[in-house]
């Protein structure tokens, strides 16, 4: 498919990618489908117009096959893009072809707009093929003429689906003046042929078996099999063209000046206006997409946003930017992803961008008035350690690393005579997670709460009834505490010898961090590994007649990445235990291959601790 949604542009550029990327087969290619052909050629004006044909030939081999590509769809967006022409047929097993009529081609409305505040010029043509049997092949041929996002550019991305293929070729027909810029892996380039006054630059793939996403790597396009594409020279240049679309929108009316001096009138730092103007635009403007035309990467005036008290991304910016302006502090929106990508192409590429936020240079800041679960003075850990283009200089800088985020927590388990135990504690967080915690309470029912503590017990083991809620909310400059409560039917096997896991936090803590990072038994690609330290402290009572027998050993482990300790004490029968858990990258937040071969042992120690039991009798 050669489309793809961003958290807060349209992209319409050339790019084909899996419907479903990760795959359960162990080299990562799903069987039940048989790329025969994945084939596009784009014709390309110098205005950066172009005529694009797309050519897909699929053999189901298998049932479930037959359901993922039974329909296919053509993203269009109607106010840039024009079906030319389309042709499809089901090519049964005995060579037959049944043509699809025009009632068998569907237009839906984006489905992305669904359940969630976004309007779009966007549709579907819905492909669906008719009398579809296994072994049975789907055809599928059309042509597009579009317009570009970008006035005068065209930039675009191949990422081949995760099926095994046969033939799968890209063409880009261009001016013999224009540049093509391409970043290529497991794709083979055929050298290009100058013909009339144009140059045609063409790319076979590989069609070598791809391998099977780990669970939480980075995304795929940051390691593997890719085509990438750009007319623009560099990112100052397409930089230049994005401000060309937005930076007229963002002058100060007397509207926007006289609100931004009623925000800062009490407030002398610059640093503090920046942020209370950052707030207000967070807290009075609501996050609405709305994608018509080139809305994708051209945003609507500062004051219709204002008036409109709504706008996506790049509206927030507009805004943001015209308040700080008539304060005298100067900003830029700052292109950004997102996702689960860290790496920027070498070839700019519209693509690698999904999200704009707001770079303030004299001050250094970066801040994200769309996030409306956390503090203007935080970004989402999403955005830590990305790159980003500042579309006012053309500049690619960098958002920080890291930012405060520790979580503290401390358990009491009292043990009745019958192995179970009235839990009762608290976590406290400060920083980003309590953010996203003071959050997410303020929005969840009782109820709901209710089966997050019956959740958050069975994670550890653990059976049992109870509450958990948010403490009176404290200054983002103090740890906010959560309290929970429980009854649990089955901390012991009482009475007679028994053995209790020593859980440190019931809420997860250490033990869920461990798990994402343990996950995956051998790691080929890259995976982020982000700054987080947790201070775990639990403390078991046991009734008289109960025998302490043994306690875990201490233990302590360090490694270049993290330091964790681990301390067992018993005073009479009362247990208690701390564990520390200090994560630390060096520099970056993405973890290399031989990173996880060198930690993994050290992290298998730290997973047998956590699994460490009190032994007692009674």
Request: proline content about 5%.
């Amino acid at each position: 498919m050669q489309f793809k949604h961003l958290t807060c542009f349209i992209l319409v550029t050339f790019i084909v990618i899996s419907k479903s990327i990760a795959s359960p087969f162990p080299n990562g290619d799903d069987p039940s489908v048989t790329v025969e052909k994945d084939n596009t050629y784009i014709y390309l004006e110098s205005d950066g117009n172009s005529t694009e044909t797309f050519e897909i030939q699929y053999r189901l081999n298998e049932e479930r096959g037959l359901k993922r590509e039974g329909q296919q769809q053509i993203y269009l967006n109607n106010k840039l893009d024009k079906l030319v022409s389309i042709e499809a047929y089901t090519q049964k097993a005995d060579g037959r072809k049944i043509t699809i009529s025009e009632d068998q081609i569907k237009t839906k409305a984006d489905p992305s707009s669904a359940f969630s505040p976004m309007f779009n010029d966007s549709v579907y043509k819905i492909v669906i093929f008719p009398d579809l049997a296994v072994g049975d092949k789907t055809y599928l041929k059309y042509t597009l003429k579009r317009e570009p996002l970008l006035k005068g550019h065209f930039t675009g991305t191949v990422i081949p689906s995760f099926y095994p293929y046969k033939e799968s070729i890209s063409v880009v027909d261009v001016p013999e003046n224009i540049t093509l810029n391409v970043e290529a892996s497991g794709f083979i380039a055929v050298p290009p042929r100058i013909k009339a006054g144009r140059k045609i630059y063409e790319w076979h793939y590989a069609l070598k078996p791809k391998s099977r996403i780990e669970t939480g790597s980075v995304d795929y396009i940051d390691y593997g099999d890719r085509l990438q594409i750009s007319t623009f020279k560099d990112y100052s240049e397409m930089a230049k063209v994005y401000e060309q679309g937005a930076s007229d929108k963002s002058k100060p009316t007397p509207k926007v000046i006289a609100l931004a001096k009623e925000i800062t009138k009490a407030i002398p730092d610059k640093r503090a206006q920046a942020l209370a103007l950052s707030d207000w635009v967070r807290k009075n403007i609501r996050y609405v997409a709305i994608y018509l035309g080139n809305g994708g990467v051209v945003p609507h005036a500062a004051e219709d946003v204002l008036n409109n008290r709504y706008g996506d991304c790049k509206d927030h910016t507009v805004l943001l930017e015209a308040l700080l302006t008539a304060v005298n502090i100067d900003s830029s929106t700052a292109l950004i992803n997102s996702g689960g990508s860290y790496r920027l192409p070498n070839v700019p590429v519209l693509s690698s961008f999904n999200h704009v936020i707001t770079f303030i240079p004299s001050l250094n800041l970066y801040t994200d008035s769309t996030a409306l679960p956390i503090d203007v003075r935080f970004i989402p850990d999403t955005l830590l350690d990305k790159s980003v283009l500042i579309t006012k200089t053309g500049v690619i800088a960098h958002t920080p690393v890291n930012q405060l985020s520790e979580v503290r927590s401390r358990a009491s388990f009292e043990v009745h005579e019958d192995g179970s135990a009235q839990l009762s504690g608290t976590v406290s967080y400060i920083g980003l997670g309590a953010e996203y915690n003071r959050y997410r309470f303020r929005n969840t029912t009782k109820a709901q709460l209710e089966v997050v503590t019956r959740n958050m017990l069975l994670r550890s083991g653990l059976k049992g009834e109870g509450t958990i809620e948010l403490a009176k909310e404290q200054d983002r400059n103090e740890f906010q505490d959560l309290k929970f409560d429980a009854r649990v039917e089955n901390l012991a096997n009482l009475p007679g010898a028994s053995g209790i896991t020593a859980v440190s936090n019931p809420t997860g803590g250490i033990a869920e961090i461990l798990a994402s990072y343990l996950i995956e038994k051998k790691r080929t690609q890259p995976f982020p590994c982000v700054e987080q330290k947790f201070i775990e402290n639990a403390s078991y009572f046991f009734p008289p007649n109960v025998k302490v027998q043994s306690l875990p050993k201490s233990v302590e482990v360090s490694d270049p990445h993290f330091s964790y300790s681990a301390n067992y004490t018993i005073n009479g029968n009362k247990v208690e235990l701390q564990r520390q858990l200090e994560f630390k990258p060096k520099d970056t937040n993405v973890c290399k291959v031989t990173d996880f071969e060198a930690m993994q042992s050290k992290l298998n120690a730290i997973a047998r601790d956590l699994k460490a039991q009190i032994l007692i009798d009674g």
